[in-house]
């Protein structure tokens, strides 16, 4: 479960822990600047394909300190389910080893992303006018952001394709080194 034999987790645990925050804060600022084009994902996957159970205390964080920089809001809350989905995708699908493998999932998630996004626009519509009125809020904030959608899978898709092999190579590198 960690790196010692007690099944505690170390300091060198924590200290990977808050590096993969910190890579993931760091690269999502710097791309800050192009809609919807984000490492966010990529980060997630490689985290979880290689550091494994530490992915579970990664994604709180992150969500946490994102909820803390922009404010907990409507976008926050989609937060709570979208990133924990694309762990569990990643995790499922693990043993794959093909970049285009994984830009594929990557561009997929990133499709579907405003989809997860209208989930918490279905629950408000509904809890303010009944069932139809709630399929249809989510639907059309949806479909309102489908061009954007189209960018993030287009983006997803491209940067793992590009970071794939360099990044997986580096971390199986320094999985070698037992660091």
């Not at 170390?10 to 809609?35: N, R, W, Y």
């Not at 080893?97 to 999932?105: E, H, L, T, Y």
């Amino acid at each position: 479960m960690s790196n010692s034999t007690s099944g505690r987790i170390t300091i060198l645990d924590i200290a990977q822990i808050g590096l993969m925050v910190a890579v993931i804060e760091v690269s999502k600022a710097a791309l800050a600047f192009l809609p919807n084009i984000e490492l966010t994902s990529f980060w997630i996957i490689m985290f979880t394909l290689f550091f494994g159970w530490k992915i579970v205390a990664v994604v709180p964080v992150f969500i946490l300190i994102e909820g803390s920089i922009y404010g907990m809001n409507l976008w926050w809350i989609m937060y709570l389910y979208a990133w924990p989905l694309l762990v569990l995708i990643a995790w499922f699908l693990r043993k794959n080893d093909s970049a285009i493998f994984w830009a594929i999932v990557s561009g997929i998630f990133g499709l579907c992303f405003g989809a997860l996004c209208s989930i918490p626009y279905v629950v408000i519509g509904w809890s303010s006018g009944g069932f139809a009125n709630g399929i249809r809020a989510g639907f059309v904030w949806w479909i309102a952001g489908i061009p954007w959608d189209f960018i993030h899978c287009a983006g997803n898709f491209v940067l793992m394709l590009v970071l794939y092999r360099p990044v997986n190579g580096a971390m199986k590198k320094l999985k070698a080194s037992n660091v």
